[in-house]
Antibody
C-alpha cells in the first residue's frame, strides 16, 4: 500500500526556516517524480515544487523560487522541502504527492497523481 | 492569482447534472492536458481525471471530463450528496514552466 507521511510543520517567525519531510513507502520511490503542493487556510491549491526520480532535475513555482529547495534521499525513501526566508504568505498546509505518469522524469506531462500525504501545517507568524 | 479560472461555486439537487468550467490560455490548456482533482472537506486532494478525460480506477463514470481549445470542463451527472466538495482543474503552463491549479469550484448539493 502506498503511503506518504509528511512531517516537520510548525510555527516559525517571518524570515525563519523550516524543513519538511515526506516519508514514502509501498512503491519504488526512486522511480517516481514527486511534488509539493500547498493550500493556504481557506484558499485553493498551489503547486510549489517538483523533483525528478533521480533528484537531478528540480522545478519551482515563482512564488518560492530562490527561497525553497526540494531534494530527496532515495536511500531513505524520503522527500524534503527546505524552506528559508519564510513569509506570512507561506502559511499553508503542505502536501507531498507521488507524480504520474510512472516515470522518474519530471516534464510537462507530469502531475501530482493518485497518492497524496495527509499534509503538514506551516504557520509563519511573529 | 491562478491563470486557470473556475466559477467559485456550483450547485444542484440530487440527481441533477452539474458542469464546472475551467478557462485557461494557449500556454496551459491550449497546449497541455488537463487534470481534475476533488477535495472533500478536511482531506487531501484526490485525482479525479488525468489527460483531459481519463478516469483513474475507482472514479464513478457519472463524472466526465472534456477539453476544447483553451477551456476544459468537468461534468457530474446524477449528483449525489457525497459529491459535495471542492473541485480544481490543473495543467502545466509552458510560460510559467510550472504546474498550475485552477481557482477552485465549491459544489453544493442542495
Amino acid at each position: 500500500e502506498v503511503q506518504l507521511l509528511e512531517s516537520g510543520g510548525g510555527l516559525v517567525q517571518p524570515g525563519g526556516s523550516l524543513r519538511l519531510s515526506c516519508a514514502a513507502s509501498g512503491f519504488t520511490f526512486s522511480s517516481y517524480a514527486m511534488s509539493w503542493v500547498r493550500q493556504a487556510p481557506g484558499k485553493g491549491l498551489e503547486w510549489v515544487s517538483a523533483i525528478s526520480g533521480s533528484g537531478g532535475s528540480t522545478y519551482y513555482a515563482d512564488s518560492v523560487k530562490g527561497r525553497f529547495t526540494i531534494s530527496r534521499d532515495n536511500s531513505k525513501n524520503t522527500l524534503y522541502l527546505q524552506m528559508n526566508s519564510l513569509r506570512a504568505e507561506d502559511t499553508a498546509v503542505y502536501y507531498c504527492a507521488k507524480d504520474n505518469p510512472p516515470t522518474s522524469l519530471f516534464y510537462s506531462g507530469s502531475y501530482p497523481g493518485d497518492y497524496w500525504g495527509q499534509g503538514t501545517l506551516v504557520t509563519v507568524s511573529s | 492569482q491562478s491563470v486557470l479560472t473556475q466559477p467559485p461555486s456550483a450547485s444542484g439537487t440530487p440527481g441533477q447534472r452539474v458542469t464546472i468550467s475551467c478557462s485557461g490560455s494557449s500556454s496551459n490548456i491550449g497546449t497541455n492536458t488537463v487534470n481534475w482533482y476533488q477535495q472533500l472537506p478536511g482531506t487531501a486532494p484526490k485525482l479525479l481525471f488525468y489527460s483531459n478525460n481519463q478516469r483513474p480506477s475507482g472514479v464513478p463514470d457519472r463524472f466526465s471530463g472534456s477539453k476544447s481549445g483553451t477551456s476544459a470542463s468537468l461534468a457530474i451527472s446524477g449528483l449525489q450528496s457525497e459529491d459535495e466538495a471542492d473541485y480544481y482543474c490543473a495543467a502545466w503552463d509552458d510560460s510559467l514552466n510550472g504546474y498550475v491549479f485552477g481557482t477552485g469550484t465549491k459544489v453544493t448539493v442542495l
